[in-house]
Each structure stands twice: as C-alpha cells, then as structure tokens.
C-alpha cells in the first residue's frame, strides 16, 4: 500500500485529478484487502480483526495521500493557470505592440479600441479552455486576467490616441496649408487679370466675391472629404481654415474694391472730360461760325441759346449712359457737370449777346446814317438845295450826325464798358467810309450843279440887250442871292462872268475838308483872309 501511495506521488498531478486519485487509491485498497483476505490465516474472526486493524490504516493513509495529492494538485493547477494567464498577456502586449506599429492614421482610435476588445475577447476564451481546477479557480484567475488587460488596452489607447491626434494634426495642417496656398494663388491671378482699367471694369467686386466665394467653398469641400480625425476635430480644423479664407477673400475685396472705384472714377472722369471737351468744340463752332456780322445776326441769342440747350441736354444724356458706379457717384458727377457745362454755356452766351447786340447796334446805326445819306442824297437833286448846302457844310453836317449815333451807340452799350471803345471805333470807321463815299460822290454832284448855275448865268449875261435882258438877269441875280452866292453888279460885271467861271470852276472849286492832298487842303481852300473857300462869294462884288 504504502509503495503504490509513493508511485502516486511521483505522477503528474495535472494529469489525474483528485478525484481520480482518490478513485484509482480506492480501488487499490479494495484490491490490496482482498488479497490479504486471502493470505490471512485463523479462523474467522482473527482475519476479520485483522482486515478491520488493515483497512483503518489504509484509509488512514490513503486520507493522508489525498491530501497531499490535493494541495500538489492545486499548486500545479495555480501554477499552470497563471502561466497560461502570463501567456494570454503577452499575447495581448505583442497584439498591442504589434498595433503600434500601424499607420495611425489608418485606423481611428475607435476602430483600435474595437479591435483591442476583439482580441481580448480571443485571449480570454483561449485562456478559459487552458485553465484547470474548478470553476471558481477559473473565475478568479480570469477575473484578475480580465482587469489586468483592461488597463493594457486603456493604457494602449491613451497612447494611441496622442499618436493618432498628432499624425491627423499633421495631415490635416498639410492639408489645409495646401488649401491656403491654392486660394492664394488664385487670389494673386484675380489680381493680375484685374490691373488695368479695360480688365478691371470687366468684373465687377460683387462679381469677384462670388467667385472667391465658390472657390474656398470648393476648397472646403475638397479638405473636408480628406481631413482626418473624429468629427469635433474636423470641425474645429474647418472652422479655423474657412475664417482664414474668408479673412484674406475680404481683405483682397477690400483692395479691389478701393482698385475698382479708382478705375471707375477714372473712367467716368475721362468721359466727363470728353464730353467736355465736345460741348467747347460746338461752343468754339458755334463762336467760328458767328464771327462774321452777316451770321452773328442770323442767329439771335435766344437761338443760340436753344442750339447750346439742346447740345448740353444730349451730351449729359450720353455722359448718363456711359458712366459707371452707383447711382449717388453718378448723380455727383452729373451734378458736377451740369454746373460746368451750364458755366461755360452762360459765359458764352454773355459773350455773344454782346456781340450780337453790338453787332444789331452797328448796323442799325450803319443803316440809320445810311438812311440819313440817302436823304441828304435826294436833297441834293434840288439845284436850290445842293448849292446852299457847300460840301464843308455838308462834312460838317454828317460829322454832326455821326457823332449823334455814335453817343447813341455808346449809350446803348453801356453795360458793355469793356467792349464799347472797341464797337465804337469800329463803327466810326464804317461811318467815316460810308461819309467819304458820298463826301466824293456829293462834291461831284455839287460842282455839277455849280457848274450848271453858272453857264445859266453866263448865258442870261451875253445875251443882247433887248428888251427881256432886264427880266432875265434880274432872274438870275435873284436865284443866286436867294442861295447866297454874290453876284457882282457894276457898270462892267456881266461883262467878266463868263471870263471868271472857267478858272472859278477849275482852280476855287470846294475840296473834301478830309482829304490829304496838302496840308492847305484838310478842311478846304482857304483865302487871305482865312475863310473857307466854298464860303466865298463864287462872284466878287465889285465896288
């Protein structure tokens, strides 16, 4: 008995359980006490004393190997349940190491700790099905198994969690660095498509804005479909990367709003400046076209006035059409170009009423002293009118009138300081013309009539003395006193008229008081005793 409890002993306890041990001991005590039953002598009794004394000390010693087997049994069992726990950790620690490895960015945090969960899960079941003993040894190394992985994993997690958010820090600033330099580089092509004036006016700042407008929402989208992260941190990054856009998309509006309004200023103020440019070409037309006194008095002010009206209103109608801007910086320069346009067109039309009425005043008083030189014209055809009016008197008496409508002139245009000297010598040369035109004509008309006087008088004086020569020189002498012409009356004068005409006619007829012949001959002939010689008798009396 004793020998086979030693053979027990030295059996691998993992390989038998108490259980079995304790049945395979029982087994052999009953098998050991029935073959002493066998080998035992005396009677009855004696064996019986025997087997009873036998089968205490067996059971005695078979109680003592179970408990001995029992304790070795549980210390194997102890030792191969944690050595199967230590194994389930180090495979967990090589999962997770393993899993270190990984491109994190690859796997999210929450994939990683779905498939740390799996694997411990695994671990856990495989270790299970190496565990031995009963289920409570089971449980309490599981248990303790099962918390010891547990603070693996968190402890795993945290660590990847830092890694991961480190990594998807990286890509996403490479990402959104790669989007801010995409949107500057359009921001710098809008600019360069939009330097000068022609390109510039193209687009229009709200017109801009929607295209930087779509192009970061682009940008946006683009990021958003490749940022990395969980779904705050998307947020967050593009949150941060959309204010930057729009920051630098309002900063540029900003400058080209300022660009666009300079280039349309510019633009408008050219076209101002041409409109400008030809309401002073019509007004320079209009000045070049009336310069002449025939056209200046075809077009009355009031006519002017409408042609210049009508150029103003359709050049502001065409300025109104081309500028650009909004309404209150159009408004501001039409305003500004109402004033200078309206400016101009009041000072011209000053200028020009004074020239018209200059102009009315001079030809009326042209057409006035040419009136007065028709009358003095028909005058003349009467022998008696002509010959009492002497061509000095005649001189004198259109100086007289001249001088009249010249005061006449100078008062009308007296508002007009600045133009009145100019106007007035003009015109006092036209009506010193117009005097010496008919100066000339009416001293040939009066030598005729002085010449037609005297042949009258030379014929009535050779006519023989006869009966009706009484009549006829008292006549004679009768019209020549009654237009103050002495007529010589003695004792031989009718004798030497005809004599005298001759040289009277050739040598003492008037001369024009203006003509600048010789310094004797400015105001006409004068005799010895200083009076003009067309105021001398054209007969001396004879005493």
């Given at each position: 008995m004793e020998q086979f409890f030693l053979e027990q002993a030295e059996v691998k306890c993992l390989q038998v359980t108490p259980g079995e041990m304790q049945q395979q001991l029982k087994e052999k005590h009953q098998e050991l006490l029935q073959g002493c039953r066998e080998?035992?002598?005396?009677?009855?009794?004696?064996?019986?004393?025997?087997?009873?004394e036998l089968e205490q000390e067996s059971a005695k010693m078979q109680e003592a190997s179970l408990l001995l087997y029992r304790n070795k049994y549980k210390e194997a069992v102890l030792s191969a349940n944690r050595k199967a726990a230590g194994n389930t950790m180090k495979e967990l620690e090589k999962f997770v190491l393993g899993q270190a490895e990984v491109e994190c960015l690859q796997v999210t945090p929450g994939e990683m700790q779905q498939q740390l969960k799996k694997k411990h899960q695994e671990l856990l079941q495989g270790c299970r099905k190496e565990l031995l003993g009963d289920d409570s040894q089971k449980q309490a190394i599981l248990e303790e198994l099962e918390q010891e992985s547990a603070r693996k994993q968190e402890a795993s997690?945290?660590?990847?969690?830092?890694?991961?958010?480190?990594?998807?820090?990286?890509?996403?600033?490479?990402?959104?660095k790669g989007a801010k330099k995409e949107f500057a580089e359009f921001l710098n092509a809008q600019d360069h498509d939009t330097q000068t004036e022609e390109q510039c006016l193209q687009v229009e700042p709200n017109e801009l804005q929607h295209r930087l407008e779509r192009k970061y929402h682009d940008l946006l989208q683009h990021c958003q479909g490749k940022m990395m992260g969980e779904e705050p941190q998307k947020e967050d990054t593009l949150g941060k990367l959309e204010q930057e856009l729009r920051e630098s998309s309002e900063e540029f509006l900003h400058t080209y709003r300022q660009r666009?309004?300079?280039m349309e200023n510019s633009t408008n103020l050219k076209a101002k400046g041409r409109i400008k440019q030809q309401f002073e070409e019509f007004i320079q037309e209009q000045d070049h076209d009336t310069q002449t006194e025939e056209r200046c008095l075809q077009l009355k002010p009031s006519g002017m006035w409408k042609q210049l009206e009508e150029k103003y209103q359709d050049l502001l109608q065409r300025l109104k059409g081309r500028l650009m801007g909004e309404e209150p910086q159009k408004e501001d320069i039409l305003r500004e170009l109402e004033e200078e346009l309206r400016e101009r067109m009041n000072e011209f039309l000053l200028i020009y009423n004074q020239r018209f009425r200059q102009i009315e005043a001079k030809?009326?008083?042209?057409?006035?002293?040419?009136?007065?030189?028709?009358?003095?014209?028909?005058?003349?055809?009467?022998?008696?009118k002509c010959l009492k009016m002497n061509p000095t008197k005649m001189w004198q008496h259109l100086e007289k009138k001249r001088d009249s409508l010249l005061q006449s002139c100078s008062r009308e245009l007296s508002d007009e300081k600045s133009q009145v000297s100019a106007a007035r010598e003009m015109l006092e040369t036209d009506l010193k013309n117009m005097m010496e035109d008919f100066f000339l004509l009416y001293e040939e008309h009066y030598k005729k009539k002085f010449f037609m006087m005297c042949v009258s008088i030379g014929a009535i004086a050779s006519l023989p003395i006869g009966a009706g020569i009484g009549a006829g020189v008292a006549a004679a002498v009768a019209g020549a006193h009654a237009i103050g012409i002495g007529v010589p009356v003695g004792a031989g004068g009718l004798s030497i008229i005809g004599g005298v005409i001759g040289s009277i006619i050739g040598s003492r007829h008037p001369k024009n008081p203006n003509r600048k012949s010789t310094s004797s001959e400015h105001q006409g002939r004068r005799d010895t005793d200083g009076t003009p010689s067309d105021e001398i008798p054209l007969l001396s009396r004879e005493e």
């Amino acid at each position: 008995m004793e020998q086979f409890f030693l053979e027990q002993a030295e059996v691998k306890c993992l390989q038998v359980t108490p259980g079995e041990m304790q049945q395979q001991l029982k087994e052999k005590h009953q098998e050991l006490l029935q073959g002493c039953r066998e080998e035992l002598l005396g009677d009855d009794f004696q064996k019986k004393v025997a087997l009873e004394e036998l089968e205490q000390e067996s059971a005695k010693m078979q109680e003592a190997s179970l408990l001995l087997y029992r304790n070795k049994y549980k210390e194997a069992v102890l030792s191969a349940n944690r050595k199967a726990a230590g194994n389930t950790m180090k495979e967990l620690e090589k999962f997770v190491l393993g899993q270190a490895e990984v491109e994190c960015l690859q796997v999210t945090p929450g994939e990683m700790q779905q498939q740390l969960k799996k694997k411990h899960q695994e671990l856990l079941q495989g270790c299970r099905k190496e565990l031995l003993g009963d289920d409570s040894q089971k449980q309490a190394i599981l248990e303790e198994l099962e918390q010891e992985s547990a603070r693996k994993q968190e402890a795993s997690l945290v660590l990847y969690r830092e890694k991961y958010k480190d990594a998807v820090f990286s890509a996403n600033r490479v990402l959104t660095k790669g989007a801010k330099k995409e949107f500057a580089e359009f921001l710098n092509a809008q600019d360069h498509d939009t330097q000068t004036e022609e390109q510039c006016l193209q687009v229009e700042p709200n017109e801009l804005q929607h295209r930087l407008e779509r192009k970061y929402h682009d940008l946006l989208q683009h990021c958003q479909g490749k940022m990395m992260g969980e779904e705050p941190q998307k947020e967050d990054t593009l949150g941060k990367l959309e204010q930057e856009l729009r920051e630098s998309s309002e900063e540029f509006l900003h400058t080209y709003r300022q660009r666009f309004r300079q280039m349309e200023n510019s633009t408008n103020l050219k076209a101002k400046g041409r409109i400008k440019q030809q309401f002073e070409e019509f007004i320079q037309e209009q000045d070049h076209d009336t310069q002449t006194e025939e056209r200046c008095l075809q077009l009355k002010p009031s006519g002017m006035w409408k042609q210049l009206e009508e150029k103003y209103q359709d050049l502001l109608q065409r300025l109104k059409g081309r500028l650009m801007g909004e309404e209150p910086q159009k408004e501001d320069i039409l305003r500004e170009l109402e004033e200078e346009l309206r400016e101009r067109m009041n000072e011209f039309l000053l200028i020009y009423n004074q020239r018209f009425r200059q102009i009315e005043a001079k030809e009326r008083i042209k057409k006035q002293f040419e009136e007065f030189i028709g009358e003095q014209k028909q005058d003349s055809e009467s022998m008696f009118k002509c010959l009492k009016m002497n061509p000095t008197k005649m001189w004198q008496h259109l100086e007289k009138k001249r001088d009249s409508l010249l005061q006449s002139c100078s008062r009308e245009l007296s508002d007009e300081k600045s133009q009145v000297s100019a106007a007035r010598e003009m015109l006092e040369t036209d009506l010193k013309n117009m005097m010496e035109d008919f100066f000339l004509l009416y001293e040939e008309h009066y030598k005729k009539k002085f010449f037609m006087m005297c042949v009258s008088i030379g014929a009535i004086a050779s006519l023989p003395i006869g009966a009706g020569i009484g009549a006829g020189v008292a006549a004679a002498v009768a019209g020549a006193h009654a237009i103050g012409i002495g007529v010589p009356v003695g004792a031989g004068g009718l004798s030497i008229i005809g004599g005298v005409i001759g040289s009277i006619i050739g040598s003492r007829h008037p001369k024009n008081p203006n003509r600048k012949s010789t310094s004797s001959e400015h105001q006409g002939r004068r005799d010895t005793d200083g009076t003009p010689s067309d105021e001398i008798p054209l007969l001396s009396r004879e005493e």
